[in-house]
């Protein structure tokens, strides 16, 4: 059996790089050509609700986006935190009548709302739109994937880590860049763990000097030490 690379979010990061250009290129076309609206979203709130009527997918221009699921009992999970080049309310496409997650702007974001038939028209007609969905798509599925593995194989530590330093490649060439400050809540949510050992690995990784705390977060490449050691 082939083994799972160390870090596969290199793979994802590279994928979703190249069709965040595609897309950025395409959607300054594609608002001449109407069906699409470009709207600011404060800290908090919605795009959609879980539930509401599925007829746009979303593009994230810039600041964070956070799409939670809310079970029958009430019992809620984080399921991404998404960034510039990220598209959401993609299921629309594949005939899902009602949005399955809730979309919520975590801090101040701008994101271009595309109507389903402009989306539609755009994938079908404009190649680098094309490109730049199916590019996230195949990044999206590599990401389920590594989470997967990381739920069934890896320590809560390592999920940690490796989802720290996921929030901070998205600087130009690779390069890490300091995220907004997230809370332990939201970081055991994704990790599936506690928020009290969520406290105690943070603290750890300041000690160790692979964090740093101030008016954001910065996440340094020495963390990858936790994911790379045996």
């Given at each position: 059996?082939?083994?799972l690379?160390?870090?596969?979010?290199?793979?994802?990061?590279?994928?979703?790089?190249?069709?965040?250009?595609?897309?950025?290129?395409?959607?300054?076309?594609?608002?001449?050509?109407g069906?699409?609206?470009?709207?600011?979203?404060?800290?908090?709130?919605?795009?959609?609700?879980?539930?509401?009527?599925?007829?746009?997918?979303?593009?994230?221009?810039?600041?964070?986006?956070?799409?939670?699921?809310?079970?029958?009992?009430?019992?809620?999970?984080?399921?991404?935190?998404?960034?510039?080049?990220?598209?959401?309310?993609?299921s629309?496409?594949?005939?899902?009548?009602?949005?399955?997650?809730?979309?919520?702007?975590?801090?101040?974001?701008?994101?271009?709302?595309?109507?389903?038939?402009?989306?539609?028209?755009?994938?079908?007609?404009?190649?680098?739109?094309?490109?730049?969905?199916?590019?996230?798509?195949?990044?999206?599925n590599?990401?389920?994937?590594?989470?997967?593995?990381?739920?069934?194989?890896?320590?809560?530590?390592?999920?940690?880590?490796?989802?720290l330093l996921?929030?901070?490649?998205?600087?130009?060439?690779?390069?890490?860049?300091?995220?907004?400050?997230?809370?332990?809540g939201?970081?055991?949510?994704?990790?599936?763990?506690?928020?009290?050992?969520?406290?105690?690995?943070?603290?750890?990784?300041?000690?160790?000097?692979?964090?740093?705390?101030?008016?954001?977060?910065?996440?340094?490449?020495?963390?990858?030490?936790v994911?790379?050691?045996?």
């Amino acid at each position: 059996m082939p083994r799972l690379p160390k870090d596969p979010f290199v793979a994802h990061m590279t994928t979703a790089q190249l069709a965040v250009a595609r897309a950025d290129d395409a959607l300054v076309k594609a608002r001449l050509g109407g069906g699409c609206t470009r709207l600011r979203l404060r800290a908090g709130q919605a795009a959609f609700r879980q539930g509401d009527t599925g007829d746009a997918v979303f593009y994230v221009e810039d600041g964070a986006i956070q799409l939670r699921v809310l079970s029958a009992e009430g019992k809620e999970a984080i399921l991404a935190v998404l960034g510039h080049g990220d598209f959401f309310g993609e299921s629309c496409l594949a005939g899902y009548p009602l949005h399955l997650t809730t979309a919520v702007a975590t801090t101040a974001a701008a994101v271009t709302r595309i109507d389903k038939a402009a989306m539609t028209r755009l994938v079908r007609d404009d190649p680098r739109m094309a490109a730049a969905l199916v590019g996230f798509l195949l990044a999206r599925n590599v990401q389920v994937e590594a989470d997967l593995a990381e739920q069934m194989i890896h320590s809560a530590e390592h999920r940690l880590a490796r989802l720290l330093l996921e929030m901070a490649s998205g600087g130009r060439d690779g390069k890490l860049i300091a995220i907004p400050n997230i809370s332990q809540g939201v970081l055991a949510a994704r990790v599936g763990t506690t928020r009290s050992r969520i406290n105690q690995f943070m603290n750890r990784f300041r000690r160790l000097g692979y964090i740093e705390y101030g008016d954001e977060l910065t996440v340094h490449a020495s963390l990858n030490d936790v994911i790379v050691r045996p």
